[in-house]
């Protein structure tokens, strides 16, 4: 399966030169992420009753091209890895006028509890459902 979230380019979301602020592409990531995971029937408010967080543990991200202000883009997740205590994301995010592929990043996310902060095994939802 693969969370795929339309945004467009506010003034907001540029920096003094008229492009996308390269930080703005992890906000961009985090809600195909988001949506990713919520389609496995855990939404965060679910989450947060259970005590539970995703964080991210690793990203490895390359910048290929610049967004710009009205661009309309695409923010893709899909999970690639699967592991007890992790799940590794392959996303992207594209400009989807002309299909170009504007950054890309390997991300790493483990469950904890939102208390103690120890590490959790990954919900069962996603550990029995996802298919690599």
């Known amino acids: 399966m693969i969370s795929k979230v339309k945004l467009k380019v506010y003034l907001e979301d540029t920096d003094a030169g008229g492009v996308v602020y390269h930080a703005n592409y992890l906000k961009y990531m985090e809600r195909a992420r988001t949506d990713f995971i919520g389609h496995y029937g855990l939404e965060r408010n679910y989450m947060l009753e259970k005590n539970q967080i995703f964080l991210v543990r690793k990203m490895d991200i390359s910048f290929h091209s610049p967004a ?65």
Do not use: G, M
């Open 68 to 132: 710009f202000l009205d661009d309309e883009l695409q923010a893709d997740a899909s999970i690639i890895e699967l592991h007890k205590y992790a799940a590794s994301f392959k996303q992207q995010v594209i400009r989807t006028s002309d299909s170009a592929l504007l950054c890309s990043a390997y991300t790493q996310v483990v469950c904890v509890d939102s208390n103690t902060k120890k590490l959790l095994q990954l919900p069962s939802s996603i550990l029995s459902s996802v298919k690599i």
